[in-house]
């Protein structure tokens, strides 16, 4: 019986360390409940309202009708009109619509013809996104042709489809500048968090704080040299991308090196502030994981950003990733210019800085 | 206290008490400590040293009372204190996986000392705590001793005018101990002042002022030799058979303040009223090869009369 027993105490032990410890304990709660609720909701394959823009050309009822009757399917939706498909183009490069719908100006003339109505184009960087456009290649037009003499003919798509940035729809283009969103995101908060935890457990940080040195001054020193271990991350991830999965980098590398710049700021300023939170390297894991895993089902990482519901969405827009792979896959797939993703680049920035200031804050040079 | 004199103390506080939540780890305590003198904090685990000395320096705020270090105001002024003082802790905080050279570097550079001098004043530090040997090595892989030199090297590296030292020496052997004082004096004699905590009775004698504190507050202060001059007992050392049974038995009469065995005698404290305390022990026990002896106080003797218990006892109940 003395195995049983000793087994017993290490057991009893156990459950009492993790009782007292209250962070791990919550979030031995808080994992499941919180990522459960989040992601039962959010996650959602079923690809629903993309926004997409049109370009009437034609002017005509017609082609009104058929954007309403498009619109009725709940694939998409209608979120802006351009004047030509050049504009329409520059807004999916720049990620605000995923397709556009052109209309020529000859399209009463096609529908008693019988001929191809349109084109389709498609931003098919995201595999799943352009699969849900691709439906609409062969739209039925029942509901709004009613004149029977009027026929189809045979083996015409109702749209012509032009896919862009992926015509081999392959979803690795997708997800490997994806990855070097998840992949900083683990790491670079990782480190940060447990850079001064670590300090705080072995006692360095008693003797530290005894000093002159000033919070912001030991912040941005703890933040720094990681940032180079992030952009040999990026580097190798898009590099393997490449060579191996032969993605290659459309935009300029100085844009991409920008964004992920401050993509790595953001990321470890986050680590920072969950170091002034966490009191052992254990709770620092734990709350990376917390940040982690919605960056990495939430962030449009794995699911469309446009398929969540909107709460979802605007949970997603807390998330520093979701920002990045908004960014990093307008540079690289689509080659963006850094500069026009203005919202996104002020985000991280914004979120940088108050994040930095919080940690600050919150990191006390005192021990009560 | 006159307060034109408070220009000759380094500290000088009022009242400082420190409380977590229903615990009072300070209590009261009225310091005023002399420029250039080593102070002591003597007691056991517990009883306030390192909550006072964390006071001090600013890491924690008091509770109430004013404290005064260096001229500044504790805790509002801490952070232009932190400039003039070293703090040496009780748990060794150096970096173990950086070099000997390298960790004085840091120290160096976090106080602002310009390249040149650092490069010299780490090898003075080096010579004079006697690293040489060990400069490029790792200090994970040091002795305590050598890491006790180095973290002393390291919190006077900026020349503080005021060092403190949380139980310095609890990871060292004696020799090493008898070492680092010699340091010690070193810095005193240039004019550092040094606060040092310890549970350690030969190392509480080397002090020039001494604080005997017990949960949280001050029994005792004055210099060594006064507090054993003064010491409210006379000391008897007691010789015989059956010391375990003998001890039970004087401890019961009230005159007697202590009974401590050490080997084959007994130290027996007793009352300073009792004017023939070996007449007073012999009438009390019948037992005819009882040999007693007048003896000289110890600073342990000190400690016992002052608190009532012996420093290890006094620890057990504090952590009880």
New interface residues.
């Given amino acids: 019986m003395a195995p049983l027993q000793r087994i017993l105490a290490i057991i009893i032990k156990e459950l009492k360390q993790l009782g007292r410890d209250r962070l791990t304990f919550g979030m031995v709660i808080m994992i499941p409940l919180i990522q459960l609720l989040m992601f039962g909701y959010a996650i959602n394959t079923d690809v629903r309202n993309i926004p997409i823009g049109v370009v009437n050309q034609s002017d005509s009822a017609v082609a009104r009708i058929l954007t309403e009757t498009i619109k009725v399917t709940q694939v998409v939706d209608v979120v802006a009109s351009y004047n030509t498909p050049d504009e329409a183009e520059k807004a999916i490069v720049r990620g605000e619509i995923r397709g556009a719908l052109i209309f020529p100006n000859d399209l009463t003339k096609r529908i008693v013809q019988g001929e191809v109505l349109g084109q389709l184009v498609v931003d098919g960087s995201d595999t799943v996104i352009s699969s849900a456009l691709l439906q609409l290649r062969n739209f039925p037009l029942d509901e709004i042709i009613i004149e029977p003499n009027l026929s189809r003919k045979a083996n015409k798509p109702t749209f012509e489809v032009a896919l862009f940035f992926n015509p081999s729809r392959r979803s690795q283009v997708n997800i490997i500048p994806g990855l070097v969103g998840i992949i900083l995101t683990m790491t670079m908060v990782l480190f940060t968090s447990a850079a001064i935890v670590r300090e705080r457990e ?12 000033r919070s912001i001054e030991l912040m941005i020193g703890k933040i720094l040299p990681y940032i180079i271990v992030g952009l040999i991350q990026v580097v190798i991830v898009l590099g393997l991308g490449y060579l191996v999965f032969d993605v290659g980098i459309t935009g300029n590398l100085f844009d991409v090196f920008l964004v992920t710049l401050l993509f790595i700021a953001a990321s470890l300023v986050l680590g920072l502030i969950i170091s002034t939170i966490a009191k052992t390297q254990l709770q620092a894991m734990q709350m990376t994981i917390f940040v982690l895993l919605p960056s990495i089902l939430l962030s449009g990482f794995m699911f469309p950003y446009e398929a969540m519901p909107k709460a979802a969405q605007y949970i997603a827009e807390l998330l520093p990733a979701t920002h990045f792979m908004r960014m990093i896959r307008a540079v690289v797939l689509k080659g963006a210019d850094a500069t026009s993703l203005v919202y996104d680049n002020l985000w991280l920035i914004g979120f940088t800085v108050i994040g930095l200031i919080i940690a600050s804050i919150r990191f006390k ?4 | 206290m006159r307060i034109n004199n408070r220009d000759n103390f380094a500290i000088y506080t009022q009242g400082l008490t420190k409380k977590f939540g229903s615990l009072t780890a300070v209590n009261q305590l009225n310091l005023s400590i002399e420029t250039g003198s080593i102070y002591g904090f003597l007691g056991p685990n517990g009883c306030g040293k390192s909550t006072t000395i964390r006071m001090l320096c600013g890491l924690l705020t008091p509770t109430s009372g004013t404290a005064e270090v260096m001229g500044f105001a504790i805790p509002q002024q801490a952070e232009a204190l932190k400039k003039q003082v070293g703090y040496m802790t009780q748990k060794f905080s150096l970096y173990g996986d950086l070099t000997v050279v390298e960790n004085l570097k840091f120290m160096g550079q976090i106080f602002g000392l310009n390249h040149r001098y650092l490069k010299t004043r780490i090898d003075e530090l080096i010579s004079r705590y006697n690293l040489l040997a060990q400069k490029d090595q790792r200090v994970a892989s040091m002795s305590g001793g050598q890491k006790q030199r180095l973290a002393l090297a390291a919190s006077v590296m900026h020349k503080p005018a005021l060092l403190f030292l949380d139980e310095p020496t609890s990871a060292v052997d004696p020799e090493n101990r008898r070492d680092f004082w010699e340091k010690l004096f070193d810095l005193s004699e240039s004019g550092t002042t040094i606060l040092v905590s310890t549970h350690y009775m030969d190392e509480a004698e080397r002090c020039h002022q001494l604080a005997i504190l017990e949960r949280g507050a001050m029994k005792a202060e004055g210099t060594p030799e006064k507090l054993m001059q003064e010491i409210a007992a006379e000391v008897v050392e007691v010789k015989g058979s059956h010391l375990r049974q003998l001890k039970s038995q004087l401890l019961a009469f009230p005159e007697i303040k202590s009974v401590a065995q050490q080997g084959i005698r007994l130290r027996v404290l007793v009352d300073k009223n009792v004017s023939h305390p070996i007449e007073f022990i012999k009438t009390k026990i019948t037992d005819e090869d009882l040999e007693c002896n007048m003896a000289h106080p110890s600073l342990e003797d000190v400690f016992v009369t002052v608190t009532g218990n012996s420093i290890s006892e006094t620890a057990n109940k504090g952590n009880a």
Avoid: S
Avoid at chain 1, 365 to 368: A, G, S
């Fill in positions: 072995q006692g360095n940080l008693e003797l530290l704080i005894t000093t002159p040195i040079k005192r021990l009560d």
